[in-house]
């Protein structure tokens, strides 16, 4: 799932509802749920241009009875300045719209009320920690159960004079881990198992692993402790929900009635909800609801559909209606319209198809976005081979020259004009622990688009604390740039894998 940057905030209003149903809490034992992640407006990505197409406020798409569950994502550092994580939900709440003093963490408190008008008819908001870009590493079970806490305690049900959303208390988290390792994860969820085990409310544990199994990051987390839903990335992979030869929903079935430590866990089929949300695996809507109605007939694990994301559903024609229809066994697919609007009580709702007629899409963090327009970057210095582990090598180019790429799967060529580069004096501190004393806040970037993973990263090369022949740290997917984003910061990391802290001016701009 992919991490955006902030586009300017605007103000939308709520969806006329037709009819109005009755809040039903919700029952995770069902096998018609319908979960769709909300944070990363993946349709402006796509749809720069297209404003009406954006992410709306959270409480937009609470207006019916379609969606069941809404991860907010994400939260992409842990281990932040002062000691507190960071949240990104793009262009409603970021960094960019006010921060807790002595630290990076976005203030969204203005989301409370939504957050608790959705919770009001019978949904559960949780919140995604990870994503592609994610800043998500443990040092130790030790440092993973301190962790735990201070999630409890920010947006869960402890207490702290630092509530990222206001007195809103979420209802669960979700592992969207598609980095680093997976040490210390099995400490950090039985923690929040044991924090909530003495409250009368019901938090909820989920994970979205790659379809592959067992998940690189995941797999031995969830072999190791109880989660209640997996949303399973059929996906940007060759077990895809496209490619019905390799779909193994019963190997997860398998792994759901006997290894996981929860017999009763739900497996979902996690799918984009536009052929612009992800670089591969997309069916349409009918399709999907197809294939969920006959797992659903055939496993007994099987508990709904998520969809990455909210902001594509709506734009495509509303999506989610025609999934949670065949789910349930409604009606079919909405009609379009001039302008979305939310379904009537029997189900049925009329959107705009949105058409972006742009070679640029976007997918979930952690999961490859398809085809990218080239982009423009000027360079500050001389050629510099980066590599990203596993990826092709990518060639930094001088000034007035065009980056291509020179191994590997071939590479869209980057024309150097518009973007340019700022360095920043080299950090002394860090906000994780370890030394950075030294540590050039980055040398020289690489901007590279490799169709073989799809995905465009920033190559930040640069000394890196107690490792020889300097560093290497991957940032940013490819939506950062593209579409006319202002800012987007440039970070080295120690031995450690901890952020060094930069002054404001280290980064890339447009």
């Known amino acids: 799932m992919v991490l955006l940057r902030r586009f300017s905030l605007l103000s939308f209003g709520l969806v006329a509802i037709a009819g109005v149903l009755q809040a039903v809490a919700f029952d995770n034992s069902r096998n018609d749920n319908l979960a769709v992640y909300w944070g990363q407006n993946s349709a402006g990505a796509v749809n720069a241009g297209d404003k009406t197409s954006w992410q ?21 550092v ?21 921060i807790f003093p002595g630290t990076n963490l976005a203030n969204c408190q203005s989301m409370a009320a939504d957050i608790k008008a959705c919770q009001a008819k019978g949904k559960i908001i949780t919140l995604s920690l990870g994503g592609a870009t994610g800043n998500a590493v443990f040092s130790s079970d030790a440092q993973a159960e301190t962790f735990a806490e201070t999630v409890w305690n920010l947006f869960l049900g402890g207490t702290s004079s630092t509530r990222p959303l206001g007195d809103a208390v979420l209802d669960g988290i979700d592992l969207d881990i ?41 797999g031995p987390v969830l072999d190791a402790t109880e989660f209640d839903a997996i949303y399973v990335q059929f996906y940007n992979n060759f077990c895809s929900n496209a490619n019905q030869g390799s779909f193994n929903f019963a190997t997860w079935d398998d792994w759901a009635k006997n290894k996981s430590p929860n017999k009763n866990v739900k497996i979902y089929i996690g799918a984009p909800a536009s052929n612009s949300a992800a670089g591969s695996g997309y069916v349409d809507a009918a399709t999907l609801g197809s294939l969920a109605q006959k797992v659903k007939s055939q496993y007994s ?38 302008s979305p609007s939310a379904p009537t009580a029997s189900g049925t709702a009329s959107a705009t198809t949105q058409t972006t007629g742009q070679s640029v899409t976007t997918g979930t963090s952690g999961s490859p976005p398809a085809t990218q327009k ?77 169709n073989q993973r799809e995905r465009v990263l920033i190559a930040i090369v640069g000394a890196m604390c107690g490792t020889a022949g300097g560093g290497l740290r991957m940032m940013s997917p490819k939506d950062l740039l593209a579409f006319g984003l202002t800012w987007v910061p440039v970070y080295n990391y120690n031995a450690g894998g901890v952020r060094c802290n930069l002054s404001t001016d280290a980064g890339i701009d447009r």
Request: proline share 8%; aromatic share 8%.
């Open 178 to 218: 598609e980095g680093g390792s997976s040490s210390g994860y099995a400490a950090f969820v039985k923690k929040i198992r044991s924090l909530a085990s003495g409250s009368s409310k019901k938090y909820y544990v989920t994970a979205a692993p790659q379809c592959p199994f067992p998940d690189a990051f995941l």
């Open 78 to 98: 842990f281990f932040g300045a002062g000691g507190k994580p960071e949240i990104n939900f793009s262009n409603t709440c970021s960094s960019l719209d006010g």
């Open 301 to 338: 694990s099987f508990g709904g559909v998520m969809l990455w994301d909210a902001s594509q559903a709506y734009a495509n024609g509303r999506f989610d209606v025609t999934v949670k229809n065949a789910l349930t066994g409604g009606g079919g697919a909405p009609p379009p319209s001039s």
């Open 374 to 450: 080239p982009m423009t970057i000027k360079s500050t210095g001389s050629s510099t081979g980066a590599h990203t582990p596993g990826s092709p090598t990518s060639t930094q180019a001088t000034e007035s020259t065009t980056t291509t790429h020179t191994t590997g799967t071939p590479m869209v060529t980057l024309t150097e004009t518009s973007m340019t580069t700022h360095r920043s004096a080299n950090p002394s501190s860090t906000s994780g622990g370890g030394s950075c004393a030294g540590i050039p806040a980055w040398d020289k970037t690489a901007v590279s688009f490799d």
């Open 56 to 76: 709306k406020p959270l409480a937009t798409y609470c207006q019916d009875d379609v969606i069941d569950v809404i991860p907010l994502s994400f939260l992409t």
